[in-house]
T-cell receptor
Framework: LAKTTQPISMDSYEGQEVNITCSHN???????ITWYQQFPSQGPRFIIQ???TKVTNEVASLFIPADRKSSTLSLPRVSLSDTAVYYC?????????????FGRGTSLIVHP | EAGVAQSPRYKIIEKRQSVAFWCNPI?????LYWYQQILGQGPKLLIQ????????DSQLPKDRFSAERLKGVDSTLKIQPAKLEDSAVYLC???????????????FGPGTRLTVT
């Protein structure tokens, strides 16, 4: 299965920009990169997804270099409520379907 | 729109007992996933259904775990007999589809926290 590597933890302060990088050296040609956020005692929640270059939505940006072996999730001006675990997700093709594979995640702690 | 529903939310059993979890996905979602999440780790996919067919169950311990999705809607995950290492949160998720050309956003339920003593 495709594997991802992320920092185990990160610390930041309110109002700062946070960048979390994920390595996925064996990403498949057709694979997308997806990021999820998880709060304690809840299921993960979709943040953003991309295939190449840059994707931006109302909560985050995703930067993917040309070789696609890594990706960076950028959270602008974080607040205390952004304290959570962030997962980088890639997948594997199987019979025309997408089989998701979560990494270990990055625990982000935002300080006042 | 109603989210993914799971029950029970918590379950405590002794080793060698059996347990079942239930999941009701979002209406219209063809793909249903069961994950196991051990404390401090990311979710591990156990089984993925597309409608009522199995897409992938390569990480499902088939000697003790079983899952079904009758009529392509609700699903149940069973463990029999349970072991201490099965203590985890079991998450159910659903998505519109699992077409590899464009993976769809997964919507997760709140999970069932299982403790095996």
């Amino acid at each position: 299965l495709a594997k991802t590597t992320q920092p185990i933890s990160m610390d930041s302060y309110e109002g700062q920009e946070v960048n979390i990088t994920c390595s996925h050296n064996n990403i498949a040609t057709n694979d997308y990169i997806t990021w999820y956020q998880q709060f304690p005692s809840q299921g993960p929640r979709f943040i953003i997804q991309g295939y190449k270059t840059k994707v931006t939505n109302e909560v985050a940006s995703l930067f993917i270099p040309a070789d696609r072996k890594s990706s960076t999730l950028s959270l602008p001006r974080v607040s205390l409520s952004d304290t959570a675990v962030y997962y980088c997700l890639v997948g594997e093709p199987s019979g025309g379907s997408y089989i998701p594979t979560f990494g270990r995640g990055t625990s982000l702690i935002v300080h006042p | 729109e109603a989210g993914v529903a799971q029950s029970p939310r918590y379950k405590i059993i002794e080793k060698r007992q059996s347990v079942a979890f239930w999941c009701n996905p979002i209406s219209g979602h063809a793909t249903l996933y069961w994950y196991q999440q051990i404390l401090g780790q990311g979710p591990k996919l156990l089984i993925q259904f597309q409608n009522n067919g199995v897409v992938d169950d390569s990480q499902l311990p088939k000697d003790r775990f079983s899952a079904e999705r009758l009529k392509g809607v609700d699903s149940t995950l069973k463990i029999q007999p349970a072991k201490l290492e099965d203590s985890a949160v079991y998450l159910c998720a659903s998505s519109l589809s699992s077409n590899y050309a464009a993976p769809y956003e997964q919507y997760f339920g709140p999970g069932t926290r299982l403790t095996v003593t």
